[in-house]
């Protein structure tokens, strides 16, 4: 397989009043666990039910109600770690992480502070062909959601749907290895596509099931260098909590702006107070959450009602044995197998649909025509009516069945097209609808020899003019097309009338 | 480690408890008396011994991802002080 190699990207660099200032940032990703049930009980994770129906006692915090833990949950969280090459625990612990809100019944929420699951790994976020940034992952964390509160239905109430309140989610964890806004979305989107591959998250941001916290400091040039050889915190800023955020455009403004704040204390001589900052898309600003400060007290402690969690390297191994293929190896062996170019295979990589749409066309074919074919005509087609590719009207067995027919020199590339467009609307055996409809392009050279020799006798003014400007022989080549009912191969058309004309 | 006055009031708050000012100083006595029970089994040099978290010997139990459980509703709301529209309704939280 082909190895890919990066070098690192430049980090992002803030002009201040005074002087340079770069960025470090860390984030947290809470990614709801894709499963059919919740983490500690029985109730229904699916989304956009009746309010407060896909809850059980125990998710309402009723007395004397016991948590039990969903293994398939524990599995989806292993499965991550192992995605994103991290140390797996065989044992981990649940704590218990004490606060009082109303979307939250049971007073606390069931997290491991102490020992997660999954421990050190690593994401590679591509910033360009050659260039990545290596994003190391400190920890993942199982812990429960919590609920919905719903403001804008009454104006003295607040609504609480607890449909979510339980459901699975995992907190990955970064190191403070993000340069820059451009960087954190991209580490979001790799993070997201690892986990969309993977099945362990849906990666849905609009119904957030994928949402971030981003710390943001800000540092002089140097600085961050000397944190990274000694891992020593102080040599960096301060840093502010930015959180809940599930777009990635306001991931990036919020970053962009909490950046030039910080600077912009600095440089007046202030200090920047560690806190927990909301992001206002609205008024692109971020403001402090100063209502969520005390409540940092969070008293953790190990959660009584639950033993330890441990589990079997046999186990692990098991679904190490199961992994699919993951984004960076598909993308190597495209280009390794398909000669696809950097560009290309990012595309095709992007989503495991699309990724196994070409896969299943390109394989046994030339790689690059099928690319093309995937990427400019199926993508354009299916992007002009809104459509996705697993609602593609094509299948990849029809698509490729149109690439045959071109390999072959069956067709030429405009009947492709003609045919692309037929198969599109009306469906159909690709081959059975060129014969059918006469789709054939004619490279018997002797009948295209016929329609040249009789085009060239019946305009001699041309003939004139082609001989004193060999660019207008696209003249005859044009008509000769359109004599043979657009049948007639281009390449031999052109070879042919040069010939004839003796250009 | 004694638990001062203020301390006493500040656990209180965190867990939603009210005290009276009157009762605070026996509150953080009793709670005192408490940490000082635990720092006398803190003398127990237990280096080297596996935390227990359990008397019994059991693994942690196991449910399958199957939904066995919900669309109750009309049970989980009926505690609730104040319900609308299937929500449990709670004085205007403002973030």
Same mark, same amino acid.
């Given at each position: ?22 960025? !470090? ?48 949950? !524990? ?15 065989? !044992? ?67 609504? !609480? ?89 306001? %991931? ?66 098991? /679904? ?68 996705? %590719? ?15 027919? /071109? ?97 | ?95």
């Amino acid at each position: 397989m082909l190895d890919l190699t990066y070098t690192a990207p430049t980090p992002k660099v803030i002009a201040g009043a005074r002087h340079d200032w770069e960025l !470090v940032i860390g984030m947290e990703i809470h990614a709801q666990v894709s499963s059919n049930a919740k983490l500690f009980s029985g109730a229904s994770t699916a989304f956009g039910a009746e309010p407060n129906s896909n809850v059980s006692f125990v998710d309402c915090a009723m007395p004397g109600m016991l948590p039990v833990i969903n293994e398939f949950c !524990v599995e989806q969280a292993v499965r991550t770690g192992l995605g994103l090459k991290a140390r797996i625990n065989l !044992v981990s612990a649940f704590d218990r992480k004490n606060y009082f809100y109303p979307d939250l019944p049971q007073g606390y929420q069931i997290s491991q502070l102490y020992h997660p699951i999954v421990g050190e790994g690593e994401v590679i976020v591509e910033m360009g062909p050659g260039i990545a940034r290596r994003v190391r992952i400190e920890r993942i964390h199982l812990e429960q959601d919590a609920g919905k509160s719903i403001h804008d239905m009454d104006p003295n109430l607040s609504f !609480v749907d607890f449909n979510r309140t339980g459901v699975a989610l995992m907190e990955i964890v970064s190191r403070p290895d993000i340069r820059g806004p451009e960087e954190a979305a991209a580490y979001v989107t790799k993070l997201r596509q690892i986990l969309r591959y993977l099945g362990t998250c849906d990666g849905n941001m609009q119904n957030g099931n994928l949402r971030a916290d981003v710390n943001v400091s800000v540092c002089r040039p140097g600085a961050y260098e000397k944190y990274q050889a000694t891992q020593d915190f102080s040599h960096l800023g301060t840093r502010c909590e930015i959180k809940n955020m599930n777009s990635m455009r306001f %991931i990036q403004a919020a970053i962009e702006y909490e950046a030039r704040r910080q600077i912009a204390i600095l440089e007046d001589g202030g200090e920047v107070v560690q806190e927990t900052r909301l992001y206002d898309p609205d008024r692109n600003e971020t403001r402090s959450m100063r209502s969520k400060e005390e409540a940092h007290d969070y008293r953790y402690f190990p959660d009584p009602d639950l033993l330890p969690l441990e589990i079997e390297q046999a186990w692990v191994d098991d /679904i190490a044995a199961r992994m699919p293929e993951l984004p960076d190896a598909k993308k190597a062996r495209f280009m390794a197998d398909y000669g696809l170019t950097d560009y290309d295979a990012n595309v095709l990589t992007a989503e495991l649909d699309a990724a196994n749409y070409f896969d299943a066309v390109a394989r046994g074919r030339d790689g690059k025509m099928a690319a093309n074919w995937v990427i400019n005509e199926l993508f354009g087609r299916l992007k002009k009516e809104g459509h996705d %590719i697993s609602e593609s009207p094509v299948s990849a067995a029809q698509l490729g069945g149109i690439i045959d027919l /071109i390999a072959a020199g069956t067709i030429s590339g405009k009947m492709a097209k003609d045919l692309f467009e037929i198969v599109y609307t009306e469906g159909g055996d690709p081959a059975q609808i060129a014969e059918a409809r006469g789709m054939k392009q004619v490279t018997d050279t002797a009948a295209i020899e016929a329609a040249v020799d009789e085009i060239i006798a019946a305009n001699p003014e041309q003939v004139a003019k082609s001989k004193a400007n060999p660019k207008l022989a696209g003249w005859f080549t044009g008509q000769v097309i359109k004599a043979t009912g657009g049948k007639a191969n281009p390449a031999t058309v052109n070879a042919l009338v040069a010939k004839k004309l003796g250009l | 480690m004694a638990i001062d006055i203020d301390t006493a009031r500040k656990v209180a708050r965190l867990a939603r408890i009210r005290v009276e000012d009157a009762d605070l100083p026996k509150l953080a006595e009793q709670l005192s008396g408490i940490l000082g029970f635990m720092e006398q089994l803190n003398e127990v040099d237990v280096t080297g011994v596996e935390p227990m978290v359990s008397v019994t010997p059991m693994r942690l139990k196991r449910r399958a991802d199957v939904v066995t459980d919900g669309n109750i509703q009309a049970q989980v709301l009926k505690n609730a002080p104040d319900a609308r529209e299937g929500f449990f309704a709670v004085p205007k939280v403002v973030e």
